[in-house]
């Protein structure tokens, strides 16, 4: 049966509309019934529900090394978030610098028929402090406003880092050592790295480690990258040798009977020092001078009249051989490297030189017949 009656009927706008219908009888008798119709298009008796996503931010603004670490010098930056319904509004939140600020807002646009929800991008659009901001969102209508979605952590750093330092260019021009911040990413010009990609560590600390060694005068540029993208000032060096100091080891073998003179006051020992080392691979070069002298308040006694020693490490002492003694020596290397830049150019061994005019006079000697000749005289050197 056709309504015979409508409460203020129009069927191009949409509402709550009272229907009735009623019929009459022969006798006159009337019988009428009434229902309530809900025409298209009224409004949703509920808020909406909490957004089952989790706001993403925009690979555009997460800058930096990675587009995916949710860390950015973006203070402004857009998030990708849900909408369920063409009418609704989404809010941002951010917890910092106080919970539940909002932070931007965001009209849902229409929905493509075939679709129950749409990912738009909503705006920031109060600047963010730099930190760490939990990032969520609700929806809102005419009715109220949804829960909030889960958070996303993302951190806002739009501080460049500190200056790269180059601490060291290696001895032999092979490697170069600096400091910068904590997880930043190192560009060094002027230089090849064979370790690139060069990341500081937890200490801030880094290394270049080179194929081929610098020249001297070269310029080394090194600059740092954030995490979020910020660079900072450039660090430079210019490649200038610090000498190394020189090396040498000491014969400590030699006894009285590996000299020649036993019986006499000069006494000669052969190659007494041994394994000259100017330095690094890049001082080869340089020149050295071996010298000799009693150290201070070493021979109380007397007992090394005159020393020598030359290059190869031949070691010439005159002594005083009716002297049961101990000298202090001091052996000294030097090369002609220098001192620049707090190079070091000479190195030094002290060392003890005894003389028994009987060896059984030596304590620790196990002697066996005192009166045997090879026991006069002996010297022993290098114990101190």
């Known amino acids: 049966m056709w309504p015979t009656g409508v409460s203020a009927y129009d ?24 229902i309530q119709v809900l025409i298209g298009g009224a409004q949703p008796a509920f808020a909406p529900v909490a957004p089952s996503v989790t706001p993403d931010l925009i690979q555009a603004d997460d800058s930096g090394t990675f587009y995916n670490d949710d860390v950015t010098n973006v203070n402004l930056p857009t998030f990708d978030v849900q909408c369920t319904d063409p009418g609704h509004l989404i809010k941002l939140y951010s917890d910092n610098p106080l919970a539940n600020s909002q932070v931007g807002s965001h009209q849902c646009g229409s929905l493509e028929s075939e679709e129950a929800v749409a ?24 009715v109220g406003e949804s829960a909030h979605s889960a958070v996303l952590p993302v951190i806002i750093d739009t501080v460049a880092p500190v200056m790269v330092v180059i ?17 930043a990413l190192i560009g060094v010009s002027g230089a090849v790295c064979n370790n690139a990609p060069l990341t500081a560590d937890v200490n801030g600390d880094w290394s270049c480690e080179l194929s081929s060694p610098l020249n001297e005068l070269d310029v080394v ?88 020693i030359n290059n190869n490490g031949d070691l010439t002492l005159v002594v005083d051989i009716t002297k049961n003694s101990v000298a202090t020596v001091e052996l000294t290397m030097q090369d002609d490297g220098g001192t620049a830049l707090g190079g070091v150019d000479t190195s030094k061994v002290t060392f003890n030189v005894h003389h028994y005019a009987d060896l059984y006079m030596d304590p620790n000697f196990m002697h066996l017949d005192p009166s045997d000749p090879i026991y006069k005289n002996y010297f022993e050197i290098c114990r101190q």
């Open 167 to 183: 601490d060291d260019i290696g001895d032999n021009f092979m490697a170069i050592t600096g400091a910068g911040e904590l997880d």
């Open 119 to 142: 990912i738009e991008q909503a705006i920031v659009s109060v600047v963010l402090v730099d930190g760490l901001h939990n990032i969520s969102y609700t929806e809102t209508n005419v």
């Open 221 to 308: 540029d090194a600059l740092a990258t954030d995490l979020a993208g910020n660079v900072s000032l450039r660090g430079s060096a210019v490649v200038q040798h610090v000498n190394v100091a020189p090396s040498f080891s000491l014969n400590c073998t030699i006894d009285a009977t590996d000299v020649t003179g036993i019986n006499s006051s000069l006494i000669f020992f052969p190659a007494y020092a041994y394994g000259f080392s100017v330095g690094s691979v890049n001082e080869s070069v340089q020149n050295y001078l071996m010298t000799i002298a009693p150290a201070v308040g070493g021979d109380p006694d007397g007992l090394i009249t005159s020393m020598s």
């Open 11 to 34: 069927p191009d706008v949409p509402g709550t509309y009272n229907v009735y219908f009623q019929v009459s009888d022969s006798n006159g008798v009337v019988a009428r019934s009434e």
